[in-house]
């Protein structure tokens, strides 16, 4: 039998996260006879999806974290690796602070195909977005393909020169569409074992990073309290910034109403309990979160920073962060009582659309093996 062709998705780590999720979806639905993914990350430590990677077929090496000091050793690791580990059909990297070393090194390495995955708009405050900015300047000279999960995206990271000149292809970030659609039974359940049965649940799923912006969002919910008691902000996730959340909702008054959950990984069942997303990001590439709630029919409430494409269906509506936590939240219960119809239908709309992973893994493996460019022309 012929072996597959190999992929190395280059990325932060395999822990979970929206570049993460989306590369993990499209390797599930894969054939992979046909093409097989390995993952280059930048940490030693275990992350969520390893198990489920190798027994899917796939290797995981560790490279350097990149500290700007180490810049000449950051390229050396890369030659190394890609000298011991020749044959690759293509190089696909997620992280673009890096992009514009590792890539250009692979394609002299000899990988027929380089690609640049732009997946966030924005970047970290301080010393470390000026240098991440400083370092992928140029990136869309230096890598065959430059995807974006949208247009913000690819404008953010390769600037508008590149964007002017359509060499930014954005790919949608797709989802399995099925996973996430309402299931009244999962409600009723799920409900039940957090004792929300008669509660209104506000949710929000993300790591505790500052782009999120989860002080706002229980500023918004200490709003919201004033005017429904019985409102109750569910949180899904961890990271960083989880305790200066905790005290932020403790100095609000709110702590014993707001659920800090923590990383879920059957996070699909908890979009089936909300009744509405909440969703104040101060930027964000294509927010994963926002279409699977739409998946399951719920309304989302999030800000007009974030990309006009993440609105698909009727169910989401954008404000500016400036109008205060007060007017977020009188809208977020106007947009309650306005959406009223079935939490079912939404699939279609977000499958015409782009965001269905099953059709977009076709595209990519015709990508993968031959740089396919019909996948940028539907």
């Not at 275990?46 to 489920?52: A, N, P, R, S, T």
């Not at 706002?216 to 429904?228: C, Y």
Request: aromatic share 10%; proline share 3%; glycine share 8%.
């Amino acid at each position: 039998m012929k072996e597959p062709i190999r992929v190395l998705h280059v990325l932060g780590g395999t822990n979970l996260g929206g570049a993460e999720s989306r590369v993990m979806d499209l390797y599930r639905h894969i054939d992979r006879e046909r093409i097989q993914f390995d993952f280059a990350v930048h940490t030693q430590e275990k992350g969520f999806f390893d198990e489920e990677i190798k027994k899917l077929g796939g290797r995981i090496y560790p490279l350097p974290r990149f500290k700007v000091y180490n810049w000449l050793s950051y390229q050396k690791a890369w030659k190394q690796f890609l000298k011991e580990h020749p044959g690759y059909a293509a190089v696909h990297g997620h992280m673009t602070s890096t992009a514009s070393i590792y890539l250009p090194t692979a394609k002299k390495s000899g990988v027929p195909i380089t690609v640049a995955h732009a997946r966030s708009a924005g970047t970290d405050a301080g010393i470390k977005g000026l240098l991440t900015r400083l370092i992928r300047k140029n990136l869309w000279k230096q890598t065959d393909y430059c995807f974006a999960c949208s247009a913000l995206a690819g404008e953010a990271v390769y600037g508008k020169t590149a964007c002017a000149q359509e060499l930014v292809h954005v790919i949608p970030n797709a989802i399995t569409l099925e996973k996430y659609a309402y299931d009244p039974n999962m409600r009723e359940q799920m409900r039940q074992e957090w004792q929300l049965q008669d509660k209104l649940v506000i949710g929000h799923v993300g790591r505790f990073h500052a782009a999120k912006n989860h002080g706002f969002l229980l500023e918004v919910f200490a709003e919201i309290k004033k005017l429904r008691q019985d409102a109750v902000l569910f949180l899904v996730g961890e990271g960083e910034g989880m305790e200066a959340a905790k005290q932020k909702a403790s100095e609000l008054g709110i702590m014993q109403d707001v659920v800090f959950a923590g990383k879920k990984t059957n996070v699909s069942d908890y979009y089936q309990m909300f009744d509405v997303l909440l969703f104040p990001s101060l930027y964000e590439g294509m927010p994963g979160t926002v279409l699977e709630a739409q998946a399951a029919g719920l309304s989302c409430l999030i800000s007009d920073t974030i990309t006009p494409e993440a609105g698909v269906t009727e169910l989401v509506e954008y404000k500016n962060l400036q109008d205060g936590a007060q007017k977020w939240a009188e809208s977020l219960l106007t947009l309650l009582q306005k959406n009223t119809a079935e939490r079912t239908g939404r699939l279609q709309a977000l499958r015409a659309a782009g965001f269905d992973v099953s059709d977009q893994a076709v595209k990519m493996m015709n990508f993968y093996e031959k740089g396919d460019e019909s996948l940028f022309s539907s």
